[in-house]
């Protein structure tokens, strides 16, 4: 009975990702632009890197993993329906602004670390101009 009550307390609380802000991508020369609104994260611990993926339910349009590498640093990769290869952004990339913070959260969700953090980008990379101003948190 108390297993049950748990169990429901779970799927009644509600209990999933935080997500605020959005990216919005121009390139100029293509006339394209792509605008995300993530409402889905992951934990980068499902796939083996200590990060967070963001994604929009439904669209394949843009995708964000962004990864705090031990050896390397920061490091966003971003797919953008119709660009190849995805664009890999680092600290020393064309960008005024870089920001990247992510960091582990004191609960799991079946074994994974949940995690929080914040990405705030303003760059000029291979002809695109992209801004994005992303929190997150309680992803898994």
Known sequence: MRRARVIAAALL??????????LTADWQTQDKH????????ESGERSGFFGVDLSTQGS???????????????????ELAGVDPPLTLTPESACKVFEFHVERQGSKTNKIADVRGH?????????????????FADCH
């Open 13 to 22: 609380c509600g209990c999933g990702s935080v997500l605020h802000g959005s």
């Open 34 to 41: 792509w605008s995300m609104t993530p409402d889905e994260c």
């Open 60 to 78: 394949d349009a843009v995708h964000i993993r962004a990864i705090l590498d031990p050896a390397d640093g920061p490091i966003i990769k971003l």
């Open 119 to 135: 990405l705030v980008l303003d760059c000029t990379e291979r002809d695109l101009a992209l801004q994005a101003d992303i929190s």
